[in-house]
């Protein structure tokens, strides 16, 4: 995860020198421009990080194998769906959603967790 993080970063550093935007300025003035596409792309993966993090963890304590497999798949998805909105195609942008699958494994490991922490399943 950290390192698709910060493939994606150099790839908006790249961007800011190739279209030349200057910090601060966050985004291209001109719409649907490319820089844009991958400045979305970039803030997009960082804004779901932490919630990947903790479920990620939480759901490693019981399931690690699991968890890591899942992990594995939400961190490819991620790259799928950058390389997807680098292009601009907003069809495109779609094609990570299978990193949900990911997500949703990791979601019900830590829910699994929850319940045994809390006595609610019993432990094998």
Known sequence: SIF???W?????????KQYEVKYPQMYHPEPNHVFNCI?????NTLEGVPTFMF???TSGLQYPKISAGAGLLYVIARIVYAK????????KR?????????????????ISLAFHSLKWWPCK
């Not at 949900?100 to 979601?107: D, K, N, V």
């Open 39 to 43: 400045q979305r792309a970039h803030q």
């Open 55 to 57: 479920l990620l963890m």
């Open 4 to 6: 698709v993080n910060m």
């Open 84 to 91: 997807g909105y680098y292009t601009g195609d907003p069809d």
């Open 94 to 110: 779609r094609y990570g959603g299978f990193g949900h699958i990911g997500e949703l494994i990791l979601l019900g490991g830590t």
């Open 8 to 16: 994606m970063a150099i790839n908006v550093g790249k961007a800011r």
